[in-house]
């Protein structure tokens, strides 16, 4: 992360603000997050059932803010049933120093510190009617008990999602709100996350995005996925890459490949496309995905495209015929 990131934050649109706040983002087009009970097996499309999401807001930022869970409850039409729903979900919100920039929080490494900081706020859900299908809010929050991160755009904080019980699906989304009440767009906020875990769609005709940015040190990307059953393929759209497909897991197994970062590609955004298969695309499919750099660092994505969604550019790497 360095200055330039800084610059394009600034300079996102309104309306790239306004896609920033839910996660999943809207760009993205991903139905819901999932994180498993604990005693659900790894076959069910979740590694170790943590998930681990920061939302970041500008210093210049002094208004009270919400982190709001729609469905957080574990029991209802959204979640995943195995048997009968025995699932406790943990959702905690931290803030202050070494709660966001801890490398364990950001490799969701649940034997590490994934919890570092000072906790702000937490409450554990089971199947609960009054939350099934309905927003629950955390805060308010001081936006200076974020943790200060100006290479992520501001102030940051973070929150956990924890199957602390139960072997059963829970699947919900976050936004990030200036309102306790309905969900308001914070003024330059956004949402990123390092390790992703989310449900695909059903229909095969549903493709769905994330979004990496790519800045100006980035030589190579590995990127390893897990559990994505076979289910279509992925491929990568930039400004020099047109459709280059990356490997992709079968059932309970993690896959990877390695793709090189041309120079016209530094400095913008990649957008991941996850294509569902059309002749016979798999329900319920929960997959997870995290990216490396070079030095095995891992890479955020963002819930907005930072600089707009590439478009390949045909003309980049053309060479003019001799004469």
Known sequence: MRKTFIALFAAMTAMQVAQAQPVPGTDENIPFLMTFGKNSQTEWGDDNCLQVIFFSIPTDYTQPVYIRVFDPDCGGNNDELNGSFNTRTKFSVYGGAGSCSNKDAQMCNEKGKYDSGTLLATKTFAQDAQYDGKWYTFGPFNPSEGELLPEYGGRTFKITIEGVAGDDGNMYRLFLSRKQNENTKVDGGFAYYFKYKFRMHDSGTEVSHIY??????????????????????????????????????????????????????????????????????LKNNNVVIYLENQYGELMPFYSVPIGGIPTYKYTIGVKPKAK
Do not use: C, L
């Open 212 to 281: 990496p940015y790519i800045d100006d040190k980035v030589v190579s990307i590995k990127q390893r996925n897990f559990d994505w059953d076979n289910d279509g393929f992925i491929r990568v759209i930039s400004v020099s890459k047109n459709g280059v497909m990356m490997k992709v897991s079968d059932n309970n197994e993690w896959q990877q490949s390695t793709h090189k970062i041309d120079d016209a590609e530094k400095n913008t955004s990649w957008d991941i496309q996850m294509i569902k298969s059309k002749s016979k695309p």
